[in-house]
């Protein structure tokens, strides 16, 4: 485990300042356009280039396109030089056609993502969609330019450069504020108001692109074109990527399934004021924080070694390894989901109750993200699940578990639609999301053991995880005191809700720790003692 908690530790720092730059970056954003009309409309036009991209490169990058790149490096009399000249020139030529195309058919995009938008909401998204769709290109050449960069183990740039990318989209917000008029209100702004925010958000994609370029030069490499694409090797890597395509496919469709039912929320509810698809991403993005730090350092750490071991046959080693992600990811995520649950409104009013967010708004992303909280656990778990299957090179069976999370996810969301009132509609959704990921964990759950031949530590994992919920509910308790004694007697502004946050986050996480101390949980023993080692130097 100590192997895994500094190999986690080291990327964990790069990833959590680009997930803080990131929500700084949202929040600024946030309070600039709002969570109404304009923020629903610029959150449908900056989604769409990521779902593009996703279905045509990213989904294929870590699972074949690096293997592919490692294996031209070492066979290729070159040392895999043309082949990565190759991949460059194939991914700007097909997403530059693809961002013409995307700008071309943008009113037939937003349709497709979208229930019951007005004719001005649906100009805008249009409008928005059109500067934004243009990142696809830069997207692909970073994406290449990261994954050369990482088969040369030269992480920092790939790292840091999404920092660039969040300071720059910052300093966007802050322009708008600046010499905006419209705020929130998307019938108030201009065709140059949306220039600004379409092609800001644009711009800190190019400049994150420029750096990869900058630092792959500096790692050797020389972009020279090459038309010889039928030495690209696509055969291969579309057999290979066949069945992550399809799963990268059903998690795109899970999410047009979401910006179709919250949009329809909205038109659902006229003119009163509800939670849309502005205030489930905004939920969302938090939600991903603790994750993101703390989960993803710890399956980069693993994967290659759970590889290994099965390339070895050394199964019961797998089992270890698993088990021990499991609880050292838990130690974390079992307290965060539950301080989510108690304290998100406070949260989203501290960071989102400003400009052209109100406070009763910004409540209502808080409230979403409580109902995120409870996916918090088996999400991450689920997660670590899928690492199992990679690690013996296995995409099939993820994507057909996906295929389950996409049904269950789709049927549970429109049912609760056409069932919920509008302003309840984003919790429902957001409800099915923690359903689709408890029952995908599940199933994968028990294709995981068989695969490994003995299970995978459940009694252990439980009982891990079971010493954590009880050491975790006393601080959700403690913080839930806090909450209800601070806005009793103060009500609900961004300063009671920085009150709440000190007061019954602070207590609450510090409870944990002595709980989790007193029941031994060694792995929050484990991460205190490395932080506290690395504090001391």
């Known amino acids: 485990m100590s192997r895994m908690l500094r190999a986690s530790a080291i990327m964990a720092a790069g990833t959590m300042v680009s997930r803080l730059t990131g929500f700084v970056r949202t929040a600024v954003l946030a309070s600039a356009i709002g969570v109404a009309a304009l923020g629903n409309a610029y959150n449908i036009a900056y989604i769409i280039p990521l779902i593009l991209f996703d279905l045509l490169i990213g989904g294929l990058l870590s699972s074949v396109v690096v293997p592919m790149i490692v294996r031209a490096q070492r066979e290729d009399a070159d040392g895999g030089r043309a082949y990565e000249q190759r991949l460059m020139t194939l991914a700007t030529l097909v997403l530059l056609a693809i961002a013409i195309l995307g700008v071309l058919c943008a009113p037939l995009l937003i349709e497709l993502l979208t229930t019951d938008l007005s004719p001005r909401e649906a100009e805008v998204a249009t409008t928005l969609a059109r500067f934004i769709l243009p990142q696809i290109a830069f997207f692909g050449i970073g994406a290449i330019a990261g994954a050369i960069l990482n088969t040369r183990d030269r992480f920092a740039a790939p790292m840091w450069a999404p920092v660039l990318n969040n300071i720059v989209v910052i300093g966007v917000g802050v322009l708008y504020h600046l010499v905006s ?33 900058i630092s792959v030069h500096r790692a050797g490499f020389r972009f020279v074109p090459r038309l010889d694409l039928r030495n690209a090797r696509l055969g291969e890597m579309g057999k290979a990527g066949m069945w992550t395509l399809a799963f990268v496919g059903l998690n795109q469709l899970s999410y047009i399934v979401t910006t179709n039912l919250a949009t329809g929320a909205t038109a659902k509810a006229g003119k009163v004021d509800v939670a849309g698809l502005a205030s489930y991403s905004y939920a969302f993005q938090l939600f991903q924080l603790p994750y993101g730090i703390i989960a993803v350092s710890v399956i980069t750490a693993m994967l290659p070694r759970m590889s290994r071991y099965a390339h070895e046959g050394e199964y019961a080693a797998i089992r270890e390894e ?62 670590l699940l899928l690492r199992v299957f990679y690690a013996f090179g296995d995409t099939r069976t993820p994507a057909l578990i996906a295929g389950g999370n996409f049904l269950v996810y789709a049927v549970t969301s429109y049912v609760l639609y056409l069932t919920l009132p509008p302003r309840l509609i984003v919790m429902g959704l957001t409800a099915a999301y923690a359903l689709a990921y408890a029952v995908g964990g599940t199933v994968a759950w028990r294709l995981a053991s068989r695969r490994v031949g003995g299970g995978l530590g459940g009694r252990l994992v439980a009982a891990g995880l079971s010493r954590m919920y009880v050491a975790a509910i006393p601080a959700a308790i403690v913080a839930l005191a806090a909450l209800w004694a601070t806005t009793e007697w103060a009500g609900v502004t961004p300063l009671t809700s920085a009150v709440i946050l000190v007061a019954g986050g602070g207590l609450g996480g510090a409870l944990y720790l002595v709980a989790s101390h007193r029941l031994r949980i060694t792995e929050v023993s484990s991460i205190i003692a490395l932080v506290a080692g690395r504090a001391g130097r």
């Open 322 to 383: 698993f088990a021990s992600g499991v609880r050292l990811v838990s130690s974390v995520i079992v307290p965060c989901g539950l301080l989510l649950m108690v304290l998100g409104p406070a949260a989203t009013v501290l960071i989102f109750a400003h400009g052209s967010i109100s406070v009763q708004q910004a409540v209502s992303i808080g409230n979403v993200l409580q109902v995120f909280g409870l996916a918090l656990v088996p999400f991450s778990i689920y997660q």
């Open 181 to 213: 008029a419209a705020g929130g209100n998307v019938d108030a702004a201009t065709d140059a108001d949306l220039a600004l925010l379409g092609l800001g958000t644009t711009a800190g994609i190019v400049a994150q692109s420029i750096v990869l370029m």
